[in-house]
T-cell receptor, first 116, second 112 residues
Framework: NAGVMQNPRHLVRRRGQEARLRCSPM?????VYWYRQLPEEGLKFMVY????????ESGMPKERFSAEFPKEGPSILRIQQVVRGDSAAYFC??????????????FGEGSRLTVL | QKEVEQNSGPLSVPEGAIASLNCTYS??????FFWYRQYSGKSPELIMS????GDKEDGRFTAQLNKASQYVSLLIRDSQPSDSATYLC????????????FGPGTSLSVIP
């Protein structure tokens, strides 16, 4: 039973390029969360999605960032025209729907983005 | 005002001692609370969840929740060097659509 799978694990981009981060949730999980973590800081909520639906994107910057979770395939976090301040670890987490223990998230290993 | 607050530490305790980690939250609608452990360079892993006022024990870990005071704590008994990590407190409102918010984390160092 595979856990939450994220790829790439490490990504290097030059300023102005696009970054695409992928997340496949655990089997049977239909809720996906994206968090950003800067060095020595906590996890900052970005977006919460279900299949084909964005539930809460209140943590997403208004420009350059977008996320999707299509009916088929992984969830994707897309960052356009990256800047150095986007360098961070991006964690994806998933959980089951409709369980009493809501909020018990299972995390992927993270994607570490470096912008040169 | 941050939604979930923690002392950033670092907190240092000798091996075998009790480590006490504290967390406060501002959203009175929060119903679910979690403690995650994160080793350096690794992903967070859930170690405790608590939903009701009072104490919940699991092995060497005890989580405490006081909703009136909006306070959550984690006690680690008989601390081991392998407990050295950052501990993240998180809270959510529960229900089907739950945005889980994390605190900044407390760094714990257990000295052999």
């Amino acid at each position: 039973n595979a856990g939450v799978m994220q790829n790439p694990r490490h990504l290097v981009r030059r300023r102005g390029q696009e970054a695409r981060l992928r997340c496949s949730p655990m089997k049977g999980h239909s809720h996906v969360y994206w968090y950003r973590q800067l060095p020595e800081e906590g996890l900052k909520f970005m977006v919460y999605l279900q299949k084909e639906n964005i539930i809460d994107e209140s943590g997403m910057p208004k420009e350059r960032f977008s996320a999707e979770f299509p009916k088929e395939g992984p969830s994707i976090l897309r960052i356009q025209q990256v800047v150095r301040g986007d360098s961070a670890a991006y964690f994806c987490a998933s959980r089951k729907a409709g369980t009493a223990n809501t909020g018990e998230l299972f995390f992927g290993e993270g994607s570490r983005l470096t912008v040169l | 005002q941050k939604e979930v607050e923690q002392n950033s530490g670092p907190l240092s305790v000798p091996e075998g001692a009790i480590a006490s980690l504290n967390c406060t939250y501002s959203d009175r609608g929060s119903q679910s609370f979690f403690w995650y452990r994160q080793y350096s360079g690794k992903s967070p892993e859930l170690i405790m969840s608590i939903y009701s006022n009072g104490d919940k024990e699991d092995g060497r870990f005890t989580a405490q929740l006081n909703k009136a005071s909006q306070y959550v704590s984690l006690l680690i008994r008989d601390s081991q060097p392998s407990d050295s990590a950052t501990y993240l407190c998180a809270g959510g409102r529960g229900g089907s659509y739950d945005k889980v918010i994390f605190g900044p984390g407390t760094s714990l160092s257990v000295i052999p």
